[in-house]
């Protein structure tokens, strides 16, 4: 539905605009003080893997809507991979106890990746389809606005990095996998799906924002502590 990608194109505008891009775009600030934040995310990160494999997909696809809804989810669910490869690299120090590590990660100031990750769930419970599909067209297009940026920042750097690499956008393209853009119009809603559409599309970017805004205070808070 036209609406729909209208919608999307619209919100999108918002995150381009971003404090965190102009963050993470500023060469005054050292590349890897740029990227301090990947350790704080590896809750969200891991946990979005499990929101491809567990709850997005359907177990018993119907019809070619769910079909490409599994595609898309077997693909996504392994991208933490690549995030854990990156972390190596950049060599950050992390907590050396596990007890220590699981603090961190369920800090209160890294709570921000556990509201975004159970809000993106109350989204998709229990959605068909069509709706299921409006918010991953939503969420893609977040992923690809934040990989691209981190993709132009790291190209040339030292580290040869996959998560924040073109590797990543590669996959990220800010659609479905294996669609394009103008799926979205393609599909059909009736006004009661619509509505829950707009609305869902409207609350993934929303918290998206929020999200964007954690990242750039904590890229913003250490560089300046540092």
């Known amino acids: 539905m036209m609406q729909i990608k209208k919608l999307i194109d619209s919100e999108r505008i918002r995150l381009d605009q971003s404090?965190?891009?102009?963050?993470?775009?500023?060469?005054?600030?050292?590349?890897?003080?740029?990227?301090?934040?990947?350790?704080?995310?590896?809750?969200?990160?891991?946990?979005?893997?499990?929101?491809?494999?567990?709850?997005?997909?359907?177990q018993s696809p119907k019809n070619s809507w769910e079909n490409i809804i599994n595609i898309h989810t077997a693909e996504d669910a392994e991208h933490w991979i690549w995030f854990i490869q990156d972390l190596e690299k950049l060599n950050y120090a992390l907590p050396e106890s596990f007890t220590e590590t699981l603090k961190q990660l369920w800090a209160k100031e890294n709570n921000e990746n556990q509201i975004l990750f159970f809000e993106l769930i109350d989204l998709i419970h229990n959605q068909p389809a069509n709706i299921r599909l409006a918010i991953i067209e939503a969420i893609e297009v977040t992923g690809n606005v934040i990989f691209s940026k981190l993709r132009d920042i790291t190209h040339n750097s030292e580290y040869q990095l996959s998560y924040c690499s073109d590797i990543h956008v590669n996959k990220e393209t800010g659609h479905t996998i294996g669609q394009d853009e103008n799926m979205i119009n393609q599909i059909t809603f009736t006004e009661a799906e619509r509505e829950i559409a707009v609305q869902s599309v409207k609350?993934?970017?929303?918290?998206?924002?929020?999200?964007?805004?954690?990242?750039?205070?904590?890229?913003v808070t250490q560089y300046n502590q540092d």
């Open 19 to 58: 404090n965190l891009l102009k963050t993470l775009d500023n060469p005054s600030i050292p590349l890897k003080n740029r990227l301090i934040f990947l350790p704080s995310i590896a809750y969200f990160v891991m946990s979005f893997g499990d929101l491809n494999k567990y709850i997005l997909p359907f």
């Open 203 to 219: 609350r993934v970017f929303k918290a998206f924002v929020r999200w964007y805004e954690y990242l750039d205070k904590l890229i």
